[in-house]
């Protein structure tokens, strides 16, 4: 064989050992060979209970045959006047049997009891190959048990059953095994083609049912496969609406990663608004401070420029601080320091913060509940979400009119509890109300105030969602803008 060949054939049989190596690391092929090697050594385990039932009920009969026929010879013989007369009685009666049996074959042997032959006769010429010489050999015969003789040329033995007639005369009654055996290599037979096509019918089954069941994994991998290798996170595992484990695998899959999706979303619009809203306030806060740094500045020109570098450095560590606080409420961890809480004691206390803010655009914030509005949460995080909601109705809200808070508790045991902040102005579009809540969104009417971040209400969504709430929103020209936050009045601490 040639250098070039035996490479060859030595590639050919790794690549087919990996193949291999592949296909048994599958786990539907596994899983089948194992049930398969779980039904394999079960049908072992049965076969053999099986076989030694039958061998020895086989064997029963047999022996109760001989014993039968060994009975009925003793009851003769002993019907006899004598014992002579009895041993030549039998000896006829034996001749006829043996020559004419009824039933099936038997040989029959009378002995002294120095196991002197008196009498034998063989039916079949067959018999003959047998070693029967042990029946002579021994001094004594085997009286009152069975003694089988086995000859390695045959598929059968003989059984050989001894009586004692009396004190100096013992019957032995033999048949052969070959019907037992017969039946026994019969059961073998039909037991390994059955199990045969059973093993055959039930590796096709286990690959096919395997297969199909674990089908899920599969397109698992492969959709996971594919988000890595094109990062395009839209991939979803296609459902089978089957409602078992699996299906509930896939919902929670492809629910993570909607959720996974929403955020890389999220964070790519936050890191390009951040990008684009950062590059005012630092373009504006590099101009202060090289009109600062130039020579004809004057000391109360520097102290302006320092005064404008401030309030920009504040602007921007606001946004950075809302920014984190946002993704540690809607990643879960943000610390919440839950404790009982009012929140219309709350809204009231927040309302007179910020009247000074609404006095500017000639508004009032007017609290109209006066029944308590018990819930378990963060107060400081409550209080950052009524302010950011009053702050919002007063931003778009029309000047001259009233921010109005109401809440009330609701629920089929009174379990939730909502606080409403409704302003009148410009209703916002139908086409933007699902965006209000995305971070550094700013909606029209805001004008040119600096100190909106576009932060607020993303931040209320999450400080409420983080304690297990709902944030809801409604807005028409009749009824005003309607912002709604809705928490569970129940909220066993963690």
Known sequence: MSSEHRVSTEAEAGRSGRSFGRVLRRIDVRLTLWFSAVFLVSALVLY??????????????????????????????????????????????????????????????????????????IP???????????????????????????????????????????????????????????????????????????????????????????????????????????????RRIPARHSSDDLDEMIGSVNAMLDRIQSLVTGLRDSLDSVAHDLRTPLTRLRSTAESALREEADHEASREALSDALEESDRILGMLNAMMDIS???????????????????????????????????????????????????????????????????????????????????????????????????PIPAADIHRIWNRLYRGEGAGDRRDGLGLGLALVRAIVQAHLGRVEVSSSPADGTRFAIVLPRNITKV
């Open 48 to 121: 053999g209970f099986t076989f030694a039932n039958l061998f020895q009920t086989l064997r029963e009969e047999d022996r109760q045959d001989l014993q039968a026929r060994a009975l009925s010879y003793l009851v003769r013989y002993r019907t006899a006047m004598n014992e002579r007369s009895g041993i030549t009685f039998l000896v006829n009666e034996l001749s006829n049997d043996v020559l004419t049996p009824a039933g099936r074959p038997f040989l029959a042997r009378i002995a002294t009891s120095e196991n002197v032959r008196v009498f034998l006769a």
């Open 124 to 234: 079949l010429r067959e018999w003959q190959e047998f070693d029967l010489s042990i029946l002579d050999e021994s001094r004594t015969p085997h009286a009152e048990g069975f003694l089988t003789i086995a000859d390695d040329r045959l598929n059968y033995e003989l059984e050989v059953l001894g009586v004692r007639l009396s004190e100096n005369y013992v019957l032995q009654i033999g048949g052969d095994t070959r019907n037992r055996g017969n039946l026994l290599r019969l059961f073998q037979r039909s037991f390994l083609l059955t199990f045969s096509v059973m093993l055959g019918v039930s590796l096709a089954g286990g690959l096919f049912f395997a297969a199909r069941s674990l089908r899920p994994i599969g397109a698992l991998n492969q959709t996971v496969r594919s988000i890595i290798e094109t990062g395009e996170l839209d």
């Open 328 to 426: 540690e409420a809607e990643s879960g961890v943000m610390r919440l320091k839950r404790r009982p809480v009012d929140l219309a004691r709350l809204a009231s206390e927040v309302a007179e913060v910020y009247s000074l803010l609404a006095d500017e655009s000639q508004m009032r914030i007017r609290v109209e509940t006066d029944d308590e509005l018990l819930v378990y949460a963060d107060p400081a995080r409550m209080r950052q979400v009524i302010g950011n909601l009053y702050d919002n109705a007063v931003k778009y809200g029309r000047p001259g009119s009233d921010v109005v808070v109401t809440g009330r508790v609701f629920g089929g045991h009174d379990d939730e509890v909502e606080l409403c902040v409704t302003n009148q102005g410009r």
